[in-house]
C-alpha cells in the first residue's frame, strides 16, 4: 500500500519513522511538488495537514485522507472525489492540552493577571480586590475538545456552558449571556467569520475572547475595532488568520490582545501514527475507519 505523507510545513520524516516502526510493509511518500502523475496515481491513502491545490485529482486511487490533526479543513479541497474517507486524529491528550491552555488565558484575565505584571513593571506594589473567579464562559464548539475545555474551566471554578449549531439558542444569546468566550469550532463554511463585529456588539462589555480553533473564525478587523473601543476588554488568539503572522500585522499592536503561535496544543507523532496504523488496520479487515468526519458538515 502506498501512503503519501503531506505534513507540510511539519517534517515528514519523524512521522515516517513513527509509522513503519508499526507498519513496516507499507511504501511511505513524502510529497514532493516534483511527484510525477505516475508516482501520483498508485497512491492509496494520504495522511498530513493540507493539500496542495490540484493534487487530489492526480490521485484517483486515493480511497482515505487522514488528517495528523483535529481540523481537517485544509485537506477538504474542491477536487477531492466525494468518495474519499477523510478522517481526524482525535487524541485526549491534545484535548486536555487545549483545556490546559485556556484555562491559563481565562485564568490570566479572570484574575487581573496582566494588571500586576504591568505594576511590576512599574514598581507599584497596590493591592487590589480579588474576588474569586467565576466568571460566565461561552465554549463554542461541543467536541472532543470543546467539552474537556468546559470541564476543566468548571474544575476551577467558572460557570462554562457549550455551544455548538446545533443548540437551540442563538449565537449571539449565548454571548449576550457570557463574561468571557472561548472558540473550539471547526472551521467551516458555517463558521467562518462567525466572530465578527455583530457577534462582539452582543458581548456585554468588557468581554474577553480566547481562540484556540483557527484564525478564520475571527473577523480580525472587527475584533480590533471592539478591543480598541473597549467593547472587549481584549483577546488571547492561538490561531490567526494569516500564520505564520508577519510581522507588520496590526493584530500585533493592539493593547489587550495576546498572541501565540498555534502552539496551545499538538497530537503528538505518536498518537497520530500508532491511531493511523490502527484505522489502516481496520480498514484491511472490512470495518470502516474511525474518526471520519461527515464530509456534508466539514466536520
Ligand atoms: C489541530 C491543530 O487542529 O493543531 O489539531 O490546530
Redesign the pocket.
Known sequence: MKVLLLTQPMPAAPFIDAISALAPELELIEYRSSLGDASLAAIDVAIGWSMPPGLAARMPRLGWVCSI???VEKLLVPDLAPHVVVSRTVDPA?AAGMAQFVVAMVLRHARDLERYAAQQQARAWLRQPTPLATHRVAVLGTGAIGGEVVRWLERVGFRARGWSLRSSETLHQVLAESDITVCALPLTEATEGILDARAFAAMPRGSYLVNVARGAHVVEADLIEAVRSGQLSGAALDVQRREPLPADDPLWHVPGITITP?IAA??STEVIAAQFVAALRTLQFGGSVPNAIDRSLGY
Open positions: 490533526a483535529a481540523g491534545q498555534h499538538q497530537s
